[in-house]
């Protein structure tokens, strides 16, 4: 048997590494809508998109034709710093579900910033660097972002601003100290640095922030400074168009082995990770070249594409983003207090809606506790404890596995383990001590939060 | 030039890892002593030391003549989980020193241990399994090897007890929760579930523990049970011949690239890094094939080799372990609080302290500061936050570097970043802040501590 001949991990050479980035859009025949201006709610102009973001970036967001985008050669480079980063097969997850389902992961986690964000990260801050920019601000919730950031910024010389959320900035004072080591500054949001910040503070005194705010002082502190651009780490085209690299290694990587993947399995919180890793794949399904099922996990606290409506929406709370068109819980919607920061946005790319609505990918959604099992589950017998948000892809994975032993299927499934979880910690403890709950939204809270949006469509 | 070739990270093919274990006592010429019986003085015999460790383990423990042995099928594919590990060409190091040396670094921090220490985990718990015991225990302080520990005992089904000095347990509850992921009990030293452990406790009541404590009880947890085994992560010749996988890896890396290192670099705690990692450069040297620098890389807070004494000592602060001869600053030598926990031990390795007794590696100490101010150099150059333990290591490199910058010598220095920093980011904040200190023993303080020695040579 040739599968004898796979090893545990298949590391592609330095020469084997794409080239380029693919953009899926493509090869979709019904593209993603365009984002809107917030003010006029007609599609921002290239123009308008420059004052927040880097000329080259606003270029590739409104691109929807070029299939390839050369990876400039000091990208490259970065890259090869932390990657190919490892396809792994599963034979100890295999044996010890006793599956006749092959299963196989890309792991992004083997970097400082512990995950897939500083493939985009690198990108950013390069195109900022090229044009001659001073530095960016962003926003970080969880804050695998803003560490992916900080570590870009501080290789390329470039500032870099944090906007953190205010809770997470004092829950886990070990992420924000990381950015410091690369240098980052970064403040609690909202703060008093901002205009916007100084507003909801004067209304809310105690509060502890949410990204929506961090979003918000983050572009106004971007759009105020001479030389200063905002950058985000998901959602947007450009960040899955960066994000493939995911897909295009972990496909180079299977095709050298004559590997065709069954199914493809991603978390999805904004959609950065799960947009690059179908992306080759689902290229070839939009071109009639092979069938592959998708299946887009999310929380059940935070069900965008399960539960949520396709629609025109805000991409922050404070609503002076622009709008576009997602599936969405409404721009207001506030999960309940899950561990994977990085699942908690109320909407979902607007690729990947695009594809949903479609009918090209599925969608499911999973408990907090069930995840958390199974990130343990596989702690043990793979060996690298993953992050709250990749084990959402994990628990899919396992299901889909289980469901081949009863059927008999040689299934091979692949799943993207996003990152690892050593700043996760006291989520893992809330586990082990059964306090951790799974607190789902109502129909009602859901209804209520798209009930507060403006009629676009 | 050929070095163009080089990528910027070597992996090793599965097929390429190494079969074998080096065992180096095998070629050198003086060996190293024997352990002492503490209570007859005599050298321990396979008997007596079978009481506390495997069989295996006591085998490999007093083989001093066979140079290879055979790695079990088990231990190999539990190594292609994490393994190898890659050799990678620091090129944005070199080229921000503007140095003409080159540099590589053997990097072992990718995996969720975070250190080389999981190399001989595996195959301590191995050995444990196949004896038929029910569990090992042990003693941690900085962390590392009570995580890697877990994980091999979580993988192999094995019960797991970990005695954690108290204070790390309580300055560190991410080390330990990761260790409960992976099924490992966890007990604060000094406790109440070993007579050691309450005798210390009544006599000294608000005590937060140390190492030799916790060397005690685990000592005792393993003895005082039926089916249980104390396993040790540093110091023993075991060891030392199970991390010489970094070494052979690094060579056969290097080998295939024609490269030759003029200089090897390792930080020294208890000395499992450094003895793996030189082991089969040595080998050549003693064997006259080839001639080195090795340089070890120890705390000015703790600096057994270049301020220690050559001579037999307690290996636990309690004088109840046997003694071994080597560098040691007194069994009851108490370090300064630095933040390089993993560097604390009194004394180093018999192998390393007969080797640096013959003249055959060199020693330097390093300041606290000096080495995070290194660390954090490293850590934006090339992306890795390193240990602290790894960042004397770091700074030693960088030393040499900038000496061949100063002669214009095209020098290859190789050294082992042996891991990640992640849970060590309080050190980190302090270093920031301008709280760190630099603590350095007086002679007085060495002498003192060596005056409590029994005399035995």
Same mark, same amino acid.
């Given at each position: 048997?040739?599968?004898?001949?796979?090893?545990?991990?298949?590391?592609?050479?330095? =020469?084997?590494?794409?080239?380029?980035?693919?953009?899926?859009?493509?090869?979709?025949?019904?593209?993603?809508?365009?984002?809107?201006?917030?003010?006029?709610?007609?599609?921002?102009?290239?123009?308008?998109?420059?004052?927040?973001?880097?000329?080259?970036?606003?270029?590739?967001?409104?691109?929807?034709?070029?299939?390839?985008?050369?990876?400039?050669?000091?990208?490259?480079?970065?890259?090869?710093?932390?990657?190919?980063?490892?396809?792994?097969?599963?034979?100890?997850?295999?044996?010890?579900?006793?599956?006749?389902?092959?299963?196989?992961?890309?792991?992004?986690?083997?970097?400082?910033?512990?995950?897939?964000?500083?493939?985009?990260?690198?990108?950013?801050?390069?195109?900022?660097?090229?044009?001659?920019?001073?530095?960016?601000?962003?926003?970080?919730?969880?804050?695998?972002?803003?560490?992916?950031?900080?570590?870009?910024?501080?290789?390329?010389?470039?500032?870099?601003?944090?906007?953190?959320?205010?809770?997470?900035?004092?829950?886990?004072?070990?992420?924000?100290?990381?950015?410091?080591?690369?240098?980052?500054?970064? &403040?609690?949001?909202?703060?008093?640095?901002?205009?916007?910040?100084?507003?909801?503070?004067?209304?809310?005194?105690?509060?502890?922030?949410?990204?929506?705010?961090?979003?918000?002082?983050?572009?106004?502190?971007?759009?105020?400074?001479?030389?200063?651009?905002?950058?985000?780490?998901?959602?947007?085209?450009?960040?899955?168009?960066?994000?493939?690299? /995911?897909?295009?290694?972990?496909?180079?990587?299977?095709?050298?082995?004559?590997?065709?993947?069954? /199914?493809?399995?991603?978390?999805?919180?904004?959609?950065?990770?799960?947009?690059?890793?179908?992306?080759?794949?689902?290229?070839?399904?939009?071109?009639?070249?092979? =069938?592959?099922?998708?299946?887009?996990?999310?929380?059940?606290?935070?069900?965008?594409?399960?539960?949520?409506?396709?629609?025109?929406?805000?991409?922050?709370?404070?609503?002076?983003?622009?709008?576009?068109?997602?599936? &969405?819980?409404?721009?207001?919607?506030?999960?309940?207090? =899950?561990?994977?920061?990085?699942?908690?946005?109320?909407?979902?790319?607007?690729?990947?809606?695009?594809?949903?609505?479609?009918?090209?990918?599925?969608?499911?959604?999973?408990?907090?506790?069930?995840?958390?099992?199974?990130?343990?589950?596989?702690?043990?017998?793979?060996?690298?404890?993953?992050?709250?948000?990749?084990?959402?892809?994990?628990?899919?994975?396992?299901?889909?596995?289980?469901?081949?032993?009863? &059927?008999?299927?040689?299934?091979?499934?692949?799943?993207?383990?996003?990152?690892?979880?050593?700043?996760?910690?006291?989520?893992?403890?809330?586990?082990?001590?059964?306090?951790?709950?799974?607190?789902?939204?109502?129909?009602? =809270? /859901?209804?209520?939060?798209?009930?507060?949006?403006?009629?676009?469509?």
């Amino acid at each position: 048997m040739s599968e004898n001949k796979i090893p545990y991990k298949i590391y592609l050479s330095e =020469d084997e590494m794409p080239k380029t980035w693919y953009n899926l859009r493509a090869d979709m025949k019904n593209k993603p809508a365009p984002l809107l201006n917030p003010g006029t709610l007609q599609p921002m102009t290239a123009a308008e998109l420059e004052g927040v973001f880097c000329r080259e970036l606003v270029q590739q967001e409104l691109d929807g034709d070029t299939p390839f985008f050369e990876i400039p050669q000091e990208i490259r480079d970065f890259y090869k710093m932390y990657r190919p980063s490892p396809l792994v097969r599963a034979y100890c997850l295999e044996e010890k579900l006793q599956t006749p389902a092959h299963i196989y992961y890309k792991f992004e986690g083997n970097n400082t910033s512990g995950s897939h964000k500083l493939n985009s990260a690198i990108a950013q801050a390069y195109y900022a660097k090229k044009q001659g920019l001073k530095g960016v601000t962003t926003e970080t919730g969880a804050g695998q972002w803003g560490t992916a950031l900080s570590m870009a910024c501080g290789y390329l010389g470039l500032d870099c601003k944090v906007y953190m959320v205010k809770c997470s900035y004092e829950q886990k004072p070990f992420r924000r100290e990381v950015m410091k080591v690369y240098g980052a500054s970064v &403040t609690a949001s909202p703060s008093e640095t901002t205009e916007v910040g100084k507003k909801i503070l004067a209304e809310f005194p105690g509060t502890t922030g949410s990204l929506g705010c961090a979003i918000s002082e983050a572009v106004e502190a971007a759009v105020s400074r001479e030389g200063y651009r905002y950058v985000l780490g998901s959602v947007l085209n450009q960040v899955l168009l960066h994000q493939s690299i /995911i897909g295009l290694e972990a496909k180079t990587a299977l095709d050298k082995y004559g590997v065709k993947p069954d /199914i493809v399995i991603g978390c999805a919180g904004g959609g950065s990770n799960l947009g690059g890793l179908i992306a080759p794949f689902m290229g070839e399904k939009l071109r009639g070249e092979r =069938d592959y099922r998708f299946i887009a996990v999310e929380p059940a606290s935070c069900p965008s594409l399960t539960r949520g409506e396709y629609r025109y929406d805000f991409c922050d709370t404070g609503m002076v983003c622009p709008l576009a068109k997602m599936y &969405t819980l409404g721009s207001g919607f506030i999960p309940s207090a =899950d561990h994977a920061g990085g699942l908690r946005f109320h909407g979902m790319s607007s690729i990947l809606s695009q594809l949903y609505a479609d009918g090209l990918m599925e969608a499911v959604s999973v408990r907090q506790t069930d995840v958390f099992e199974a990130a343990e589950y596989f702690a043990r017998v793979e060996g690298i404890l993953p992050a709250p948000e990749s084990s959402h892809a994990i628990l899919a994975a396992i299901n889909e596995a289980k469901r081949c032993k009863e &059927t008999g299927e040689e299934k091979t499934i692949l799943f993207g383990l996003t990152g690892t979880g050593y700043f996760d910690l006291v989520a893992y403890e809330k586990f082990h001590s059964g306090e951790m709950k799974n607190v789902v939204p109502t129909d009602e =809270d /859901i209804a209520r939060s798209l009930a507060q949006l403006p009629k676009v469509d």
